[in-house]
């Protein structure tokens, strides 16, 4: 039985997004769940300078058939596994149809390997983004209360259904003031998308501003294990949670 890819995606950088993604594997990892973190941000990966990592082996050696998806990837103390990018790889920010073809595969080989593969996307709308995007099974938007970053999740979400119509979206508010003011700004592209794209979007899921955020980011150290009983380590587990009962 294969696994599912939930895809992590925003129109803007800054939101974070790779924060977000190393989060919900560790958040995932502990309601049981043996989760992979792929790092496709191409050109700027960076998921392993967040955890701390020096890898041997990246997505960049898997393309290339110097090795598989398992011998690259790296387990994490944290209770999860990790497929590294290659941050400033030319060959992986401009993917042909060839090399994409090739990273389908890979992610296809992932999917047999873990029953859960977060896949972190690169921010903005190229086709290599959008392609990974539509091929998850779930694809969550992180976006804040800044109006560009509003403007630029509906973007995203917009060419999303027109890529994978019928897909499962679904929109996360990060580093809201708190639950209240996540959910206004939810509801504010949620009016946008109902009224221009005919439907609304599911809000997956409100994460709180917290400053232990930036601070186990600074120390490389996941907020689930630095400060597991913070307010954003709490949104981020009801997020986990939310997203398994949806299986």
Same mark, same amino acid.
């Given at each position: 039985?294969?696994?599912?890819?939930?895809?992590?995606?925003?129109?803007?950088?800054?939101?974070?997004?790779?924060?977000?993604?190393?989060?919900?594997?560790?958040?995932?990892?502990?309601?049981?769940?043996?989760?992979?973190?792929?790092? !496709?941000?191409? !050109?700027?990966?960076?998921?392993?300078?967040?955890?701390?990592?020096?890898?041997?082996?990246?997505?960049?050696?898997?393309?290339?058939?110097?090795?598989?998806?398992?011998?690259?990837?790296?387990?994490?103390?944290?209770?999860?596994?990790?497929?590294?990018?290659?941050?400033?790889?030319?060959?992986?920010?401009?993917?042909?149809?060839?090399?994409?073809? /090739?990273?389908?595969?890979?992610?296809?080989?992932?999917?047999?390997?873990?029953?859960?593969?977060?896949?972190?996307?690169?921010?903005?709308?190229?086709?290599? +983004?959008?392609?990974?995007?539509?091929?998850?099974?779930?694809?969550?938007? +992180?976006?804040?209360?800044?109006?560009?970053?509003?403007?630029?999740?509906?973007?995203?979400?917009?060419?999303? /259904?027109?890529?994978?119509?019928?897909?499962?979206?679904?929109?996360? +508010?990060?580093?809201?003031?708190?639950?209240?003011? !996540?959910?206004?700004?939810?509801?504010?592209?949620?009016?946008?998308?109902?009224?221009?794209?005919?439907?609304?979007?599911?809000?997956?899921?409100?994460?709180?501003?917290?400053?232990?955020?930036?601070?186990?980011? /600074?120390?490389?150290?996941?907020?689930?294990? /630095?400060?597991?009983?913070?307010?954003?380590?709490?949104? +981020?587990?009801?997020?986990?949670?939310?997203?398994?009962?949806?299986?």
């Amino acid at each position: 039985m294969s696994g599912r890819i939930i895809a992590i995606a925003s129109g803007k950088g800054g939101v974070g997004k790779t924060w977000l993604s190393i989060s919900l594997s560790q958040a995932l990892a502990r309601e049981g769940e043996r989760v992979l973190l792929v790092d !496709g941000d191409f !050109g700027l990966a960076n998921a392993d300078v967040q955890l701390g990592l020096d890898p041997r082996r990246d997505l960049a050696d898997v393309l290339t058939g110097r090795c598989t998806v398992a011998e690259a990837a790296v387990a994490h103390a944290a209770g999860f596994d990790v497929l590294p990018g290659r941050s400033g790889s030319g060959a992986l920010a401009a993917l042909d149809g060839a090399g994409m073809n /090739r990273l389908l595969v890979a992610l296809d080989e992932a999917r047999m390997g873990w029953p859960l593969v977060v896949l972190d996307l690169g921010a903005g709308l190229d086709p290599s +983004v959008r392609r990974l995007a539509a091929s998850a099974e779930t694809l969550l938007v +992180v976006a804040t209360d800044e109006p560009t970053s509003l403007t630029d999740a509906y973007a995203v979400l917009k060419l999303h /259904r027109r890529d994978a119509p019928g897909a499962d979206a679904r929109l996360v +508010v990060n580093q809201a003031q708190d639950r209240t003011s !996540g959910e206004r700004t939810w509801a504010t592209l949620n009016r946008a998308c109902e009224g221009f794209l005919g439907a609304g979007v599911a809000l997956a899921g409100v994460i709180r501003r917290d400053a232990k955020v930036p601070e186990s980011i /600074r120390r490389q150290t996941p907020l689930l294990t /630095r400060h597991p009983g913070s307010t954003a380590a709490q949104d +981020v587990e009801a997020l986990a949670r939310g997203l398994l009962a949806l299986a």
